[in-house]
């Protein structure tokens, strides 16, 4: 929202033009939740200081809480600015953000995944990128990465939507990383210890 691929790359290129680069703010918007597990709850956490409204939808009932409100499908694509996926890869979520999907938010909307690249239709997101319906994305997963994360680069021939969320400039990627740091790595082997403990606890 802040544009700042484009403004490193111009700055990068010798340019210094702030009025071209303005962004836009949270404040004021609303942010949508798909999928209110730990990881949206979490999301949610973060965005109390941002001054905006948050909404959830989930399959399960009863999940939103002081951070999100629960609402159905159908409302948070009325109400959106902002979208953000937290879903696991399931039948129903697989191929979930299509076209049809896009085309029926009524505002304009930013994109976030964060979850599972294959959620995302990428020839659609494309289309809603040109069309001006997805006004930015930020992917840290793509439809095309590996269960067993090979480099998706070694494909002779891109597919064309994927050059084109290479080259875009209000798409920012990154590759699958997005809770992937020193810290999460202590956290995931404390929480496995844990578990451990507790399933003897109940030998």
């Excluded at 992937?180 to 507790?198: G, Y």
């Amino acid at each position: 929202m802040n544009k700042l691929r484009i403004a490193h790359e111009s700055v990068v290129e010798g340019h210094w033009l702030r009025e071209e680069h303005r962004g836009t703010e949270i404040e004021g918007k609303t942010v949508g939740i798909i999928g209110y597990g730990n990881m949206g709850k979490a999301f949610a956490r973060k965005l109390k200081g941002f001054d905006c409204e948050v909404l959830c939808y989930d399959l399960l009932p009863d999940l939103g809480d002081e951070n999100a409100r629960q609402v159905t499908l159908e409302e948070l694509q009325q109400k959106a600015h902002i979208l953000s996926l937290h879903t696991p890869q399931t039948a129903i979520t697989r191929g979930m953000v299509n076209r049809d999907f896009l085309n029926a938010f009524q505002h304009p909307i930013w994109l976030i995944n964060t979850a599972r690249g294959s959620a995302v239709v990428s020839a659609d997101l494309v289309e809603a990128l040109k069309s001006g319906q997805v006004l930015g994305a930020g992917l840290d997963v793509l439809e095309y990465e590996k269960a067993s994360f090979e480099n998706l680069f070694e494909v002779s021939q891109k597919p064309e939507a994927l050059a084109f969320l290479l080259s875009a400039p209000h798409v920012l990627l990154s590759p699958h990383v997005a809770g992937w740091t020193l810290e999460s790595h202590q956290k995931l082997a404390q929480t496995i210890v844990d578990k451990i403990k507790e399933h003897f606890s109940y030998l």
